[in-house]
C-alpha cells in the first residue's frame, strides 16, 4: 500500500469509521445486475434509480477529475437486544445521515492539510450512488444474498458513504462472496422479496413498504407487514453473519422511545406535534406522519391488543383517508377472538 493510501485509511478511522476501502472512479461492479432489477420494475415507485445511469455507473462522472472512492463504514449492530421490533434497528437512534456527513467533512479536512491538492465530494445515501457495489469493489465485505452489504467483522448492520476526489490511491481486491449455500434470509423474508443474485424486489419489501409509498399500499401485504412501523429486520436477524458481533457505533446508539421499543399505543395516539417532536433528529423522517399512523394501524391489527381497539375507533373519526386499514385491524381483532 502506499503512502497517501494508508494515511488516508489511518484518517477514516481517527475521525470514526469502522471500516474504510479505496475503489476505482471508473465503471462500477454489477451494472448488468442493476439494468436487470430496474428492467424486472423491482424499483417499485423509486423512479428517481433510473435516472442518471450513466453517473450512477461512473462515480467519475460526478466528481470532475475523481480518480478514486474512499469506501466508508459504521457499524450499528445491536446492544442486548430481542428480535423484531416496530422500528428498524438503524433507525432508532441518531440520524446516520448526519452523523457521518460530519465525520466525512472531518476526514476531507484531515487529507486537506496533508494533500493541499485533494478535491472531493462525500455522498451519504446522496446523488445517484452505487454505494453497496462500491463497497464490496473496494473489499468492505460482499453483497449478501439479502442486498444488505455484509462486512466481517461487522455483519450487514451497517450504513456506508463514500468520498469521491481526485487522489490516485491504491485500489483494494474485492472479497469473495461468504453466503455459500445458506437462504436463511429468503425463508425469512416476510413477503417473498428476495429473489435470485441479491436482488430485492421492493414492491415486496416491507421495509419499502413502510418507509416510500405515501397513501394506501396493496391490502395484500398488510398481514406480512406484522407489528413493523417503520423498516423490517427480518432479513438481517436470520443472517449467520450478524450473530455474536461487538456493539455498534456508540453515536448510532438507539436513543428515547419510541424510537428505541415503545409500543404502539404511543404512536396511535400521537398527533402531528407529538410525530414531529418524536422523530426529531431520526432517519425515521423518510416516512411521514400520516405514514407512521397508517402502518401502526396496520400493526394494531397484525398485533392482536385488544384494549388498541378504542383508539383505532377514535382514529376513525379523526382520519376518514384511513378508513380501510382502521375497519381492516378492528376486524383482525374481533377474527382473534377478543372481547369487543
Given at each position: 500500500m502506499d503512502k497517501t493510501t494508508s494515511l488516508v485509511k489511518q484518517l477514516a478511522a481517527d475521525v470514526g469509521f469502522a471500516r474504510v476501502?479505496?475503489?476505482?472512479?471508473?465503471?462500477?461492479?454489477?451494472?448488468?445486475?442493476?439494468?436487470?432489477?430496474?428492467?424486472?420494475?423491482?424499483?417499485?415507485?423509486?423512479?428517481?434509480?433510473?435516472?442518471?445511469?450513466?453517473?450512477?455507473?461512473?462515480?467519475?462522472?460526478?466528481?470532475?477529475?475523481?480518480?478514486?472512492?474512499?469506501?466508508?463504514?459504521?457499524?450499528?449492530?445491536?446492544?442486548?437486544?430481542?428480535?423484531?421490533?416496530?422500528?428498524?434497528?438503524?433507525?432508532r437512534g441518531r440520524d446516520y445521515h448526519k452523523v457521518l456527513k460530519r465525520r466525512c467533512g472531518a476526514l476531507m479536512d484531515r487529507i486537506r492539510r496533508v494533500e493541499p491538492g485533494f478535491s472531493g465530494r462525500a455522498f451519504v445515501d446522496s446523488g445517484p450512488v452505487m454505494e453497496r457495489s462500491l463497497a464490496a469493489a473496494a473489499g468492505l465485505g460482499w453483497i449478501g444474498r439479502n442486498g444488505c452489504l455484509v462486512v466481517p467483522g461487522l455483519g450487514s448492520y451497517v450504513v456506508l458513504c463514500e468520498v469521491i476526489c481526485n487522489l490516485p490511491l491504491k485500489a483494494d481486491s474485492a472479497l469473495p462472496c461468504g453466503c455459500g449455500d445458506c437462504r436463511e434470509c429468503v425463508r425469512a423474508c416476510p413477503a417473498g422479496a428476495v429473489l435470485d443474485y441479491s436482488l430485492i424486489d421492493a414492491r415486496r419489501c416491507i421495509s419499502y413498504l413502510t418507509i416510500e409509498p405515501r397513501g394506501p399500499i396493496d391490502r395484500e401485504y398488510w398481514p406480512r407487514i406484522g407489528?413493523?412501523?417503520?423498516?423490517?429486520?427480518?432479513?438481517?436477524?436470520?443472517?449467520?453473519?450478524?450473530?455474536?458481533?461487538?456493539?455498534?457505533?456508540?453515536?448510532?446508539?438507539?436513543?428515547?422511545?419510541?424510537?428505541?421499543?415503545?409500543g404502539l399505543a404511543e404512536i396511535l395516539n400521537w398527533d402531528h406535534d407529538a410525530w414531529d417532536s418524536a422523530t426529531r433528529g431520526s432517519a425515521t423522517r423518510r416516512a411521514d406522519y400520516e405514514t407512521f399512523l397508517r402502518n401502526a394501524i396496520i400493526a394494531a391489527g397484525n398485533g392482536g391488543d385488544a384494549s388498541l381497539r378504542a383508539t383505532l375507533e377514535r382514529l376513525a373519526g379523526r382520519h376518514p383517508e384511513l378508513q380501510e386499514p382502521i375497519r381492516w385491524a378492528i376486524g383482525r381483532l374481533q377474527e382473534r377472538g377478543n372481547p369487543v
Amino acid at each position: 500500500m502506499d503512502k497517501t493510501t494508508s494515511l488516508v485509511k489511518q484518517l477514516a478511522a481517527d475521525v470514526g469509521f469502522a471500516r474504510v476501502g479505496i475503489a476505482p472512479a471508473g465503471e462500477v461492479p454489477h451494472s448488468e445486475r442493476l439494468r436487470t432489477w430496474l428492467d424486472r420494475g423491482c424499483h417499485a415507485d423509486m423512479t428517481y434509480l433510473s435516472e442518471n445511469l450513466q453517473k450512477r455507473l461512473r462515480p467519475e462522472l460526478l466528481v470532475p477529475g475523481a480518480r478514486s472512492v474512499i469506501c466508508l463504514a459504521v457499524g450499528y449492530a445491536p446492544r442486548d437486544e430481542a428480535p423484531g421490533g416496530i422500528v428498524a434497528r438503524y433507525a432508532r437512534g441518531r440520524d446516520y445521515h448526519k452523523v457521518l456527513k460530519r465525520r466525512c467533512g472531518a476526514l476531507m479536512d484531515r487529507i486537506r492539510r496533508v494533500e493541499p491538492g485533494f478535491s472531493g465530494r462525500a455522498f451519504v445515501d446522496s446523488g445517484p450512488v452505487m454505494e453497496r457495489s462500491l463497497a464490496a469493489a473496494a473489499g468492505l465485505g460482499w453483497i449478501g444474498r439479502n442486498g444488505c452489504l455484509v462486512v466481517p467483522g461487522l455483519g450487514s448492520y451497517v450504513v456506508l458513504c463514500e468520498v469521491i476526489c481526485n487522489l490516485p490511491l491504491k485500489a483494494d481486491s474485492a472479497l469473495p462472496c461468504g453466503c455459500g449455500d445458506c437462504r436463511e434470509c429468503v425463508r425469512a423474508c416476510p413477503a417473498g422479496a428476495v429473489l435470485d443474485y441479491s436482488l430485492i424486489d421492493a414492491r415486496r419489501c416491507i421495509s419499502y413498504l413502510t418507509i416510500e409509498p405515501r397513501g394506501p399500499i396493496d391490502r395484500e401485504y398488510w398481514p406480512r407487514i406484522g407489528r413493523r412501523v417503520f423498516g423490517c429486520d427480518a432479513c438481517q436477524e436470520a443472517c449467520p453473519h450478524n450473530r455474536a458481533l461487538p456493539p455498534g457505533d456508540e453515536e448510532l446508539a438507539p436513543g428515547r422511545p419510541p424510537l428505541n421499543g415503545a409500543g404502539l399505543a404511543e404512536i396511535l395516539n400521537w398527533d402531528h406535534d407529538a410525530w414531529d417532536s418524536a422523530t426529531r433528529g431520526s432517519a425515521t423522517r423518510r416516512a411521514d406522519y400520516e405514514t407512521f399512523l397508517r402502518n401502526a394501524i396496520i400493526a394494531a391489527g397484525n398485533g392482536g391488543d385488544a384494549s388498541l381497539r378504542a383508539t383505532l375507533e377514535r382514529l376513525a373519526g379523526r382520519h376518514p383517508e384511513l378508513q380501510e386499514p382502521i375497519r381492516w385491524a378492528i376486524g383482525r381483532l374481533q377474527e382473534r377472538g377478543n372481547p369487543v
